[in-house]
């Protein structure tokens, strides 16, 4: 599935996997970027957006950036949260890798290239991490907060759980059976891939302010349907570790 060429690897084939909610302001940039870093790397690419019910001018550009390129797959749904789009993005995939992050821009899509060189014999899949994170102070101690709760917590091993540029075979992704709506299915990802043996390679990538939009976390509803999620998850995969149970089944 991977074969080096020229010093850098390559891949079978990919699918590239954006949530996207009011990301009309960077949705183009980012599907340009991944198409271009894609390239580099198989002959055998899809990208896939998932338009998570915005209300801004993203469907608009998705729907001219389809007859630019023939590798684009539009979703549209209705409001369904951050995990509620992933999960339709990983469903919709059909490559044999699958490599995901926001449609905000925070991450540059061209680094990909650094994640596909990281897999090596006993690597499983490649999980970045950022260099520096360019966000307010608040947003940088809750985030550093987060991390170390949830290392404590569920006994997360990587360095940076919450950065959300991943590269995962497909496989692996349909074995792990992910079920959380909002952002807590990072978490519950890294974990049961842990939990499964499976092992990954960390990668430093950059990190930009957000240019356009506005972040969706900070939202009183969000975050309660986030805490209401981690309390699930925390009872589900570290008290009763039912997908540890479900898999010896």
Same mark, same amino acid.
């Given at each position: 599935m991977v074969s080096g060429e020229?010093?850098?690897?390559?891949?079978?084939?990919?699918?590239?996997?954006?949530?996207?909610?009011n990301d009309g302001g960077t949705i183009a940039s980012m599907v340009a970027a991944a198409r271009s870093a894609g390239r580099q790397l198989t002959d055998d690419m899809e990208i896939i957006v998932v338009n998570d019910g915005s209300t801004d001018y993203t469907a608009v550009i998705l729907d001219e950036l389809k007859s630019r390129y023939p590798e684009l797959r539009v979703i549209t749904q209705e409001n369904r949260?951050?995990? %509620?789009?992933?999960?339709? %993005?990983?469903?919709?995939?059909?490559?044999?890798?699958?490599?995901?992050?926001?449609?905000?821009?925070?991450?540059?899509?061209?680094?990909?290239?650094?994640?596909?060189?990281?897999?090596?014999?006993?690597?499983?899949a490649v999980n970045g991490y950022k260099r520096s994170r360019h966000d307010s102070w608040f947003r940088i101690v809750i985030g550093r907060m987060y991390h170390h709760l949830m290392s404590i917590l569920f006994g997360i091993r990587?360095?940076?759980?919450?950065?959300?540029?991943?590269l995962i075979p497909r496989r692996i992704i349909n074995e792990i059976r992910l079920e959380s709506v909002s952002g807590a299915i990072c978490l519950e990802m890294v974990k049961k891939m842990e939990d499964f043996g499976y092992v990954f390679a960390e990668v430093a990538v950059s990190h930009y302010p957000r240019k356009y939009g506005v972040s969706q976390f900070f939202v009183p509803a969000r975050i309660a349907r986030s805490l209401y999620q981690l309390a699930g998850?925390?009872?589900?995969?570290?008290?009763e570790k039912k997908h540890l149970l479900e898999k010896t089944t």
């Open positions: 020229k010093g850098l690897n390559t891949l079978s084939s990919l699918s590239v996997v954006f949530p996207a909610y949260g951050y995990g %509620g789009a992933l999960r339709s %993005g990983f469903v919709a995939a059909k490559k044999d890798w699958i490599f995901y992050t926001d449609g905000d821009a925070q991450y540059n899509p061209l680094e990909l290239v650094l994640l596909a060189d990281a897999l090596k014999d006993g690597v499983d990587i360095r940076d759980v919450d950065c959300d540029f991943r998850l925390y009872k589900t995969l570290v008290i």
